[in-house]
């Protein structure tokens, strides 16, 4: 994937200190030149963070697919900082990865760093940030997405493999099987979750996948208001349930497949009670991991946590504490190591629906009546 020309609106230096960013307000617009790019959004409001932004379309579909991450927060905070530093790490490690794959990025933290590394750079206002640790402000700019098709990811997206952009591209020029794609919050295989109740169900909103269409865009319009609702009853609502709500709402109007877990591979909770000490990932069919929500410290522990994820046989990754996982290859080893017992886990590749180098398959549970 190649950066898109230049649509001739404004033009910078070619010169790393000519990428610097300058604002021009016209009425409403706010206009963000960034890498030979004019990018911009319209607000709706300066006064309310509770306010849809308005995406201009200079900003709508630049790239046919890429990866697009958030790192926004109240004026020198710490947090803020960290998750950025996060996020540079993680965008770095992609680039190294797979060099052609776009990213973007939007952000309150204009840095030089943050120009050099993205492909796409958006300004989030901070009247946009309602707190300094919240999900609606996320939620508002994923409808602003440079990509035909986007994977928002958070700031601890680990890459692991190589693979990442053709497979991304594949999903791009495949025939369509979905509009909206996540995984699952809970640890729940194909026949647990085709037995059970879709009210079980949280999205794993880590990353979401998602087609630029007009009718994923009334699904986010409808996901913010009904986010928004939420925070006003209790501030930092969980954006997993708020989602899981829009969806239901509208699910007659939307395709919604899983991303496979090789794919989007992340420790997550049992259904039936695991503490979180003793998480485990979904179960990976033999083949590498591609992203790993996972936040290394280091470059050679993200290449041993990546070599350690992948594998030759269908295994579950059991979380022992923060920095530490074992592998189960069998119902034995998964109850021993979690300690705990009836918490069926999948270990015949038969019974799972998807292939390792696999983006998402579709996924009906969300449309049962």
Request: with cysteine.
């Amino acid at each position: 994937m190649s950066k898109p020309p230049s649509h001739g609106l404004c033009s910078t230096s070619k010169r790393r200190t000519g990428h610097q960013m300058f604002f021009s307000v016209l009425g409403s617009i706010t206009t963000l030149v960034v890498l030979h790019q004019v990018f911009a959004y319209e607000t709706l409001s300066t006064s309310s963070s509770n306010q849809l932004a308005r995406c201009a379309a200079s900003v709508q579909r630049q790239w046919p697919a890429g990866f697009l991450f958030f790192v926004y927060g109240v004026e020198n905070s710490t947090k803020t900082q960290t998750f950025l530093q996060q996020t540079l790490n993680s965008a770095k490690r992609f680039k190294k990865l797979n060099p052609e794959v776009p990213l973007g990025i939007w952000t309150t933290e204009l840095t030089d760093d943050v120009v050099s590394v993205f492909d796409f750079v958006g300004h989030i206002d901070r009247e946009y940030v309602v707190a300094e640790r919240q999900w609606l402000t996320r939620i508002n700019f994923m409808r602003c997405s440079p990509f035909g098709l986007t994977l928002a990811v958070d700031s601890q997206a680990l890459a692991c493999s190589s693979k990442i952009s053709a497979l991304l591209n594949r999903a791009w020029l495949a025939s369509p099987t979905f509009d909206i794609a996540v995984n699952s919050k809970f640890a729940l295989g194909p026949r647990r979750l085709a037995a059970s109740e879709p009210s079980v169900f949280e999205p794993h909103n880590w990353m979401v996948a998602y087609r630029n269409t007009s009718q994923v865009r009334e699904l986010f319009r409808e996901w913010f208001f009904t986010h928004a609702a939420m925070e006003r009853r209790k501030s930092r609502s969980d954006d997993q349930r708020s989602l899981y709500r829009a969806l239901r709402t509208r699910r007659n109007g939307i395709r919604v497949g899983r991303l496979t877990n090789n794919f989007a591979t992340a420790f997550v909770e049992d259904h039936q009670g695991t503490d979180k000490v003793h998480r485990a990932t979904q179960e990976l069919v033999p083949g590498e991991c591609h992203v790993f929500h996972y936040a290394a410290t280091s470059t050679e522990e993200a290449d041993d946590i990546c070599k350690r994820c992948a594998g030759g046989a269908v295994r579950v990754l059991v979380q022992g504490h923060a920095s530490h996982f074992a592998v189960a290859l069998n119902q034995a080893e998964y109850d021993q190591l979690t300690k705990t017992s009836g918490q069926t886990r999948e270990f015949a590749e038969s019974a799972l629906p998807f292939g390792a180098d696999e983006l998402a398959y579709p996924w009906r549970v969300l449309q049962r009546k």
